[in-house]
């Protein structure tokens, strides 16, 4: 069974702040990995997605990706309240499932003015 | 250009009735995707297609569920003979191709199955 875990939070943190969030995945051959912003009542909202590892900015957001840990993790620099949001960790299956995401449940990250 | 669409947004049913939930991808994208999201959980996939076949089925929960692409954009979900239990947000994606391409999202089709 290919999971993905994250933190379901929330996790909030003050406007300005650096907010941190962060996924594992067990399956070791997933080889693509996408984090997507959810507000309540709408779809999922692509905003990064990274296949190596190491680094990938993208304005206030860094993907960062560790294969050998199985990790995955978004940084958002100077938090605004409208980045509150439920922030989706999604990993792209292998083999016979490339084409599938597997989702993790989410995190819930809210920015206080 | 122009998103992926799907529609009813919103759809309430009967229990025991047919529903039909239909998605248009972004123009160009080869691969189509079916997801269905409960409350607090992440999105579950049930199927996709690559052109006008299903490539991977295997999410989908029973033979009450099954999804057409005739002509390889538009696609279609059917459910028969509802239960409450299907009630769920409904999201289809597209993408360029199948593989570690990304994923976008249409807005969604909230299903309450009474």
């Known amino acids: 069974q290919k999971e993905v875990e994250q933190n379901s939070g929330p996790l909030s943190v003050p406007e300005g702040a650096i907010a941190s969030l962060n996924c594992t995945y067990s399956d070791r051959g997933s080889q693509s990995f996408f984090w997507y912003r959810q507000y309540s009542g709408k779809s999922p909202e692509l905003i990064m997605s990274i296949y190596s590892n190491g680094d990938k900015e993208d304005g206030r957001f860094t993907a960062q990706l560790n294969k050998a840990s199985q990790y995955v993790s978004l940084l958002i620099r100077d938090s605004q309240p409208s980045d509150s949001a439920t922030y989706l960790c999604a990993v792209n299956g292998y083999g016979g499932s490339q084409g599938n995401l597997i989702f993790g449940k989410g995190t819930k990250l809210s920015v206080k003015p | 250009g122009a998103g992926v669409s799907q529609t009813p947004s919103n759809k309430v049913t009967e229990k025991g009735k047919y529903v039909e939930l239909r998605c248009d991808p972004i123009s160009g994208h080869t691969a189509l995707y079916w997801y269905r999201q409960s409350l607090g959980q992440g999105p579950e996939f049930l199927i996709y297609?690559?052109?006008?076949?299903?490539?991977?089925d295997s999410g989908l929960p029973n033979d009450r569920f099954f999804a057409v692409r005739p002509e390889g954009s538009v696609s279609t979900l059917k459910i028969q003979r509802t239960e409450r239990g299907d009630s769920a947000m409904y999201l289809c994606?597209?993408?360029?191709?199948?593989?570690?391409?990304?994923?976008?999202f249409g807005p969604g089709t909230r299903l309450t199955v009474t």
């Open positions: 297609f690559q052109g006008t076949g299903a490539a991977d």
């Open positions: 994606a597209s993408s360029l191709n199948v593989g570690p391409y990304e994923q976008y």
